[in-house]
T-cell receptor, first 109, second 114 residues
Framework: EDQVTQSPEALRLQEGESSSLNCSYTVSGLRGLFWYRQDPGKGPEFLFT???AGEEKEKERLKATLTKKESFLHITAPKPEDSATYLCAGETSGSRLTFGEGTQLTVNP | NAGVTQTPKFQVLKTGQSMTLQCAQDMNHNSMYWYRQDPGMGLRLIYY???????DKGEVPNGYNVSRLNKREFSLRLESAAPSQTSVYFCASSSGTANTGELFFGEGSRLTVL
């Protein structure tokens, strides 16, 4: 069964304190790994797509990386406006997305 | 730019009542989706439509029906609501064919079934 697991469930950081979120997957025939950001009361917003091990994508303070078993979302010098829930999802060869439960990030000023 | 618009944003139903959630996108996307989001469960696909005139079941289709009215609109109907259908429902669209990963989501419809 395809499974995507995110850790930690929740993370509190001080402004400027860098850290990483983890997304591990057991997905048969992974075609892509996707990261989304979700603000309270809103729908998820697409951030990144990663297709192969070793690939990296960056956007402002966020960098996503992919290995054969997991993906990391690195947050460098976060600001309070980075507070959100971050979701990852794996796309299988059957063109289905399996979402993780998300990591709720809080960045305190 | 509206993107993906869902109505209503909030709804309270009694068990056994029916209702339809509406979704429209203005990005000329081919594919549209309905997800539900529950605490501890993540987003789960209910139904999707790869193109106008086609619909397919997702992971949790029981108790729901869908209609792809045209390229812009994709509705989700609950014929006889049950408390287990209390959830936040998200409509999404994408430019590619069925179920690619870069999705554009609406803001959600929060449904409570008493």
């Amino acid at each position: 069964e395809d499974q995507v697991t995110q850790s930690p469930e929740a993370l509190r950081l001080q402004e400027g304190e860098s850290s990483s979120l983890n997304c591990s997957y057991t997905v048969s025939g992974l075609r892509g790994l996707f990261w989304y950001r979700q603000d309270p009361g809103k729908g998820p917003e697409f951030l990144f797509t990663l297709y192969s091990a070793g690939e990296e994508k960056e956007k402002e303070r966020l960098k996503a990386t992919l290995t054969k078993k997991e993906s990391f979302l690195h947050i460098t010098a976060p600001k309070p406006e980075d507070s959100a829930t971050y979701l990852c999802a794996g796309e299988t060869s059957g063109s289905r997305l399996t979402f993780g439960e998300g990591t709720q990030l809080t960045v305190n000023p | 730019n509206a993107g993906v618009t869902q109505t209503p944003k909030f709804q309270v139903l009694k068990t056994g009542q029916s209702m339809t959630l509406q979704c429209a996108q203005d990005m000329n996307h081919n594919s549209m989706y309905w997800y539900r989001q529950d605490p501890g469960m993540g987003l789960r696909l209910i139904y999707y439509s790869a193109s106008e005139g086609t619909t397919d079941k997702g992971e949790v289709p029981n108790g729901y029906n869908v209609s792809r009215l045209n390229k812009r609109e994709f509705s989700l109907r609950l014929e006889s609501a049950a408390p287990s259908q209390t959830s936040v429902y998200f409509c999404a669209s994408s430019s590619g064919t069925a179920n690619t990963g870069e999705l554009f989501f609406g803001e959600g419809s929060r449904l409570t079934v008493l």
